[in-house]
């Protein structure tokens, strides 16, 4: 009898052990969708911050990216992610200068560029994303034309500059983010049968 109770007994430990181990997987699992979700959004979002200059688009991807290596199926590669922070903080800091050179190249000057961010900024409250290039050229045009009213080729020069400074700019940003948003899908297709 004590040996049948002890056998029971000990069935019973082990079909607890194997459910808690399953409980154990399926919380994994679901852990694993959500942080896949949060990460997704964040590449689509970053997606969107390539066109909108409040959110930095290569950033933003760049931890769906690292949401994604906190899934319980992916190792850690500390270079993959060190390499593409780097460049996502590399495009982050161009998208600064490049409308600026773009106006300079061109004959832009200072105030050209300050009008430039601000009409940007009015142009895509106002007019949406419309309004990101629409306000960036009559930005940089009125700050030129602010700055010396008699040189309208001058402005109108800068205005082109800096439009096509801002469009470099978004075509980096675009690109860099649609790469990550390329590896954020292939890591997850790599490793479907983890999941």
Do not use: C
């Amino acid at each position: 009898m004590n040996l049948k109770l002890q056998t029971f007994d000990l069935f019973i430990n082990q079909t607890f052990l194997f459910l808690k181990h399953q409980n154990l997987k399926d919380l994994y699992l679901h852990m694993d969708l959500i942080l896949i979700f949060i990460g997704f959004l964040l590449i689509l979002l970053g997606l969107v911050g390539s066109f909108v200059p409040v959110i930095p688009g290569p950033i933003t991807a760049w931890l769906g990216l690292l949401i994604l290596y906190q899934t319980s199926f992916l190792a850690s590669d500390f270079y993959f992610l060190a390499i593409t922070f780097t460049v996502a903080i590399g495009v982050f800091i161009l998208d600064y200068f490049i409308p600026m050179l773009g106006a300079k190249k061109f004959g832009g000057t200072k105030a050209g560029i300050i009008g430039a961010t601000l009409g940007l900024l009015i142009g895509l409250l106002f007019l949406g994303p419309l309004g990101i290039f629409l306000g960036t050229f009559t930005g940089a045009f009125i700050g030129e034309l602010i700055r010396d009213s008699s040189d309208k080729r001058t402005a109108l020069r800068a205005a082109i500059g800096s439009l096509i400074g801002f469009l470099t700019g978004v075509l980096l940003k675009f690109s860099v983010t649609l790469i990550y948003a390329f590896y954020f899908v292939k890591i997850i297709w790599t490793n479907r049968s983890l999941l």
